[in-house]
């Protein structure tokens, strides 16, 4: 293969081997799923730098022609593993899905009266129009968990993710996420070519002897984290360790922290963040889909202003701003008393659902984490005997594998308990059920 690539290369710069290899993937000489030689072989072959090569593979990937698979290399085909089909892998006919990890529609505030109010809809004068709205500006500054230098509104979480990352992470870069994490994040690191590194959590948050030693041993450009209602194991992080995690952190300057706080106001946990001890250095996302509606698509983004005016400007480029209408209607929300009030009450019934789920499921003997949010982490003895289990009792429910950076000690489903509104016994025997070792069939071949 080095040879296919050597003698397809006319030009030596980056963009003359990137459009090379792109030549040899659409005529097929270079099949998909195939693996390419390294940076550095190729860089030899070829007589040039291995920056020179590390560059045509990033804009290859950028291109969506080649992914990188952590240490098991680079390969052509674009389309990244695709954990972000993960939730309706369970099967969107099965009668109860609780594979969505979506909110209750029903506890999610009506935004009929938010949206006769911002009436006609003339807020968008002239293009030129500062991206955020004013009045949400000052709402979202007194919100936030440490003064931040500058703060943006985008399409939601994601939309902020990917476009800090954009900014933030580089092709070959090492970068360190929670295990388990946000499967389509990981997608996202996956797409840009980073190196993701695992590192575990428990019941505070990231283990701070774990994430040293990722830090010390790979030096990487920067730490993804969700502060609260961890994603799927519920986990939200306390002020102690926030102030530990900082501490160590503090001998890594070079680190962007990125916070993801999607679950926002129905999280249990008070806001929480490492931008009050590395405010240069954290970029936190706040998110309102799970309180005020995942349609109005909207997010804030707040930190240092160099990193908060790069997405912002980038930004410029392509939507320009998220709409201000939207944004009207999300200050209407999050000034009205009687709004405020309706999200408490959602924020106390994931915890009714939560708890309710968690002793009928001790009643089993099973332990399952759901301290926060919507969702609750089951450690199952066999992922698909459990899913195929649930399936035949008319539930669907997400598989625990995509949500792996790492390896983790037992296989899992992960159950978004916030959409069950009763039933609790009855679903606690059945995922008891479902959890245990698959049965030997006596005197069966199996
Ligand atoms: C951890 C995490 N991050 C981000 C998101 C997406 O949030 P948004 O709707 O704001 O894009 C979700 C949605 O479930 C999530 O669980």
Known sequence: MLALIAGAVEDRTARGIAAAVSRLVTAGSLPSGARLPTVRDVARELGVSPTTV???????????????????????????????????LGGPSLGTDLSTGVPDHDLLPDLTDALKRVGDGRLTTSYLDAPVLPALEDVLRDRWPFPPEQVTVVDGAMDALDR????????????????????????????????????????SGL???????????????????QPRAHNPTGVSMTAERAAALARILADFPAVTVIEDDHAGDIASAPPVSLG????????????????????????????????????????????????????????DLLTSAETTARVAGARAEYARRRDALLAALAAHRVTATAPDGINMFLPVADQQFAMVTLAAHGIAVAPGTPFRAAPLPTDHVRITVGLVRDGFDDLAAVLAGAARPRTRVVGGSR
């Open 54 to 88: 590390s560059e045509a593979w990033q804009s290859l990937t950028r291109a969506g022609a080649i992914q990188t698979r952590g240490r098991s290399g680079t390969f052509v085909g674009g389309l990244p593993r695709q954990r972000l089909r993960y939730a309706q």
């Open 164 to 203: 800090i990352t954009a900014a933030v992470v580089r092709f070959g870069d090492h970068v360190l996420v929670e295990n388990p994490a946000f499967p389509p994040v990981l997608d996202l690191l996956d797409t840009v070519g980073a190196t993701v590194v695992g590192v575990p959590l428990d019941g």
């Open 207 to 225: 283990q701070p002897a774990a994430l040293l030693a990722a830090l010390s041993e790979y030096r990487p450009t920067a730490l993804y984290l």
């Open 276 to 331: 009050g001890y590395r405010p240069d250095r954290t970029v936190h996302v706040s998110s309102f889909s799970k309180s005020h509606g995942p349609d109005l698509r909207l997010a804030a983004v707040g930190g240092p202003a160099a990193l908060v005016s790069t997405v912002a400007d980038r930004r410029l480029l392509g939507p320009g701003w998220s709409s201000r209408i939207l944004q009207a209607v999300l200050l």
